[in-house]
């Protein structure tokens, strides 16, 4: 169905997960920007974190989603990251 030289990609692909391809690394990226010194400090800096994700955002990452399955689709379901 792939081909030889087909990567097998796990049915849970990063390339279609949302919370890989944007919020773990939204959350990171601004979380230590006030370089938190303890855990409860890191957590309140997370927490503040994913209550300022904006509607806006989720439109722009369920976009990115769509253009994301339609790489899926023309690579018949293989490995695209690279791609995009």
């Known amino acids: 169905m792939f081909g030889e030289d087909a990567?097998?990609?796990p049915p849970r692909s990063p390339d279609?997960?949302?919370l890989d391809f944007f919020l773990w690394g939204y959350v990171k990226d601004n979380a230590y920007l006030t370089k938190p010194?303890?855990?409860q400090e890191l957590r309140n800096s997370i927490r503040n974190v994913i209550n300022n994700v904006t509607p806006k955002m989720l439109q722009r990452v369920l976009q990115a989603f769509y253009v994301r399955l339609g790489m899926c689709e023309i690579q018949d379901g293989r490995q695209f990251e690279h791609l995009l």
Do not use: G, K, Q
């Open 37 to 39: 010194e303890t855990i």
């Open 7 to 9: 990567i097998e990609w």
């Open 16 to 18: 279609l997960t949302t």
